[in-house]
């Protein structure tokens, strides 16, 4: 899993039948101490009713297509889960409000 940050969202028009009520959100990569962005982008499948700013953890590959929103879908990314905090060494680097 991979920790993000959802940064806003993707709107496609267009797309295969498949993909038909698919939210799509693009997240930025953090860095889980200082919560900082790391400027790499990648465009998700929303499968747990994320929204923006939210911190999030993804897969990628075949595991994104492993949730009941996602099978059978031609997904290479799909937001499993919102993050309620991170802590390190006894210290919380992240809370959601």
Known sequence: MILAKVVGTVVASQ?????????????????????????????????????????????SGSSARYTSSTEGKPTDSTIVAIVDFIEKDGEYTYRKD
């Open 15 to 59: 797309k295969s039948q498949k993909m038909e009520g698919q939210t799509l959100l693009l997240l930025e990569k953090v860095d889980p101490i200082t919560m900082k962005g790391k400027n790499d982008f990648v465009v998700s499948v929303d499968s747990v009713g994320a929204g923006v700013g939210e911190i999030v953890f993804y897969v």
